[in-house]
């Protein structure tokens, strides 16, 4: 049911099995890099500044073996005075909350984009912005983030940025996402289903032991409101597609990726709570 799901053929699930086993080897050994990777989070968001100050905080506690971070807040038209105060907050202590270890690239920016939203236009931009502006170290490793969204493990990031640079011909990284009751929101999108695409293990119950979640696993696309990409990768096919406003962007650039010769994966063991639609 899996390999009809991710269009596989019995061939292509020998190799993935072969090549999993060999991932889960290399990965279970993980040895400190040679150089870190400079990965930039990038986070549109309008008001519920609560909500986006927990995610950033909870960003900041990841542990950072394989990266440097920096974090990129797109700022689409807010006007409550508390994402005001937040915001002239964060930036001031961003030293502090950061846990004072800044360097070159290790910076908090923050774009205003008053804009009408458009999900990949936003996100374009700030990719236009970290990649050309002078005075800003280009990253390695993009991350694409909802604000509604909040990292409990510590090494979840660390281990996402450690497959995507490790390993050949990797296009987008995804995790599994989880509702607040430990439902699952994503695992993978499988194009065709539906409309356009879906999300085929939506509302099922998370079974941590399921041996399903102990491997990374290539699927057809993983979800824009998690998605992590090398730079070079995304700007090789053009970032998003504006046409596409606010749904579809994330799926259409998966299968760009997998027209360039790489593969979409997800980590189905790295969990990232997802609060959808509440803002």
């Known amino acids: 049911q899996l390999a009809q799901a991710l269009h596989l053929s019995s061939d292509d699930v020998s190799v993935n099995g072969k090549m999993m086993a060999a991932l889960q080897s290399q990965m279970a050994k993980r040895?400190?890099?040679?150089r870190k990777q400079k990965?930039?989070?990038i986070i549109p968001f309008r008001d519920a500044w609560k909500m986006t100050q927990n995610c950033v905080e909870s960003l900041i506690k990841q542990e950072h073996t394989y990266f440097d971070l920096s974090i990129c807040l797109i700022d689409n038209g807010s006007c409550e005075n508390e994402t005001k105060i937040g915001l002239a907050k964060i930036q001031q202590n961003w030293e502090?909350?950061?846990g004072g270890t800044l360097d070159n690239f290790s910076k908090l920016h923050v774009i205003r984009d008053d804009r009408p939203f458009n999900f990949s236009q936003l996100n374009n931009s700030a990719v236009d912005f970290l990649t050309s502006s002078p005075d800003v170290s280009k990253p390695d490793y993009l991350l694409f983030l909802?604000?509604?969204t909040l990292w409990e493990t510590p090494n979840t990031l660390d281990r996402l940025v450690y497959f995507a640079s490790n390993f050949e011909h990797i296009g987008a990284v995804g995790a599994t996402l989880l509702y607040s009751n430990s439902h699952v929101q994503h695992l993978f999108l499988?194009?065709?289903?539906?409309?356009?695409?879906a999300h085929p293990c939506r509302g099922i119950k998370?079974?941590?032991?399921?041996s399903w979640y102990s491997d990374p696993r290539p699927v057809p696309a993983v979800t824009g409101a998690l998605l992590l990409v090398s730079t070079t990768h995304f700007q090789d096919i053009r970032g998003f597609d504006e046409g596409l406003a606010t749904s579809c962007q994330d799926l259409d650039l998966c299968l760009k990726l997998q027209e360039q010769g790489l593969q979409n994966w997800v980590l189905p063991d790295c969990q990232v709570r997802h609060f959808e639609?509440?803002?």
């Open 206 to 210: 998370f079974d941590r032991e399921h």
């Open 31 to 34: 040895k400190s890099p040679n």
């Open 39 to 41: 990965l930039s989070v």
């Open 277 to 279: 639609t509440v803002t």
């Open 96 to 98: 502090v909350i950061a």
């Open 146 to 148: 909802n604000n509604d």
């Open 190 to 197: 499988a194009p065709g289903v539906k409309l356009a695409g």
